[in-house]
Nanobody, 126 residues
Framework: QVHLVESGGGSVQTGGSLRLSCAAS????????WGWFAQAPARERHGVAS????????GYADPVTGRFTISRDDARNTVYLELNNLKPEDTAMYYC???????????????????WGQGTQVTVSS
């Protein structure tokens, strides 16, 4: 079992930055890749960024490419999402997730992720 706890959300103005953290505990050995997902009210949850459990293979959704950066600190069992140049359309609840599905080095598909955190809210005002 893996337990994920997100933090770092908040309210910023357009163009601002935030750094989200996802602390993992439990048996993280089977985790193959990590992901960050966003869900706005009345919208489906969608993938934002994902990173392999080792090395630097990562993938991003087109709207955030060049603005968001996903990274890992293996010693701290923590995954980060750096959000820069934030836009009002980035407003959403952001969830951290962990996948045990083999065959991919990263994924933006929620169905491939087994473990989920409770989420942290990001609000961007214009």
């Amino acid at each position: 079992q893996v337990h994920l706890v997100e933090s770092g959300g908040g309210s910023v103005q357009t163009g601002g930055s935030l750094r989200l953290s996802c602390a993992a505990s439990g048996d993280t050995y089977p985790i193959h890749y990590w992901g960050w997902f966003a869900q706005a009210p009345a919208r489906e949850r969608h993938g934002v960024a994902s990173i392999y459990h080792t090395g630097s293979d990562a993938g991003y959704a087109d709207p955030v490419t060049g603005r968001f950066t996903i990274s890992r600190d293996d010693a701290r069992n923590t995954v980060y999402l750096e959000l820069n140049n934030l836009k009002p359309e980035d407003t959403a609840m952001y969830y951290c997730a962990a996948s045990t599905v083999f065959g991919y080095r990263w994924s933006l598909q929620p169905s491939r992720f087994r473990y989920w955190g409770q989420g942290t809210q990001v609000t961007v005002s214009s």
